[in-house]
Nanobody
Framework: QVQLVESGGGLVQAGGSLRLSCAASGLTVSTYVMGWFRQAPGKERDFVARFIRSGARYYADSVKGRFTISRGNAENTVYLQMNSLKPEDTAVYYC???????????????WGQGAQVTVSA
């Protein structure tokens, strides 16, 4: 049974940092495309970043230069380091795993329960 469990969300002031973790069980993160998505209230779920099997990383333009996705193979965990946070980064952040991957959530099969990130002005 595959499980993705996010942790590390919380409340932070604008300009601050948070690191999200996504601990995986039932799959090996190095053999899947691992992605982060986010959903703000009243909006659709949007792509944030992904780490493909070759090791290449891709980011949404809105977070490029501020967020970094990484992968701990020994821990079977994917991380999202978020720096210079802005109020518009406030959302529920989801970890996802898929074979197809890409920037659409239809490319992912497994999803975590989500972690709330709130950035105050």
């Amino acid at each position: 049974q595959v499980q993705l469990v996010e942790s590390g969300g919380g409340l932070v002031q604008a300009g601050g940092s948070l690191r999200l973790s996504c601990a995986a069980s039932g799959l090996t993160v190095s053999t899947y495309v691992m992605g982060w998505f986010r959903q703000a209230p009243g909006k659709e779920r949007d792509f944030v970043a992904r780490f493909i099997r070759s090791g290449a990383r891709y980011y949404a333009d809105s977070v490029k230069g501020r967020f970094t996705i990484s992968r701990g193979n020994a821990e079977n965990t994917v991380y999202l380091q978020m720096n210079s946070l802005k109020p518009e980064d406030t959302a529920v952040y989801y970890c996802a795993a898929g074979i197809v991957g890409g920037a659409l959530d239809s490319g992912y099969v497994y999803w975590g329960q989500g972690a709330q990130v709130t950035v105050s002005a």
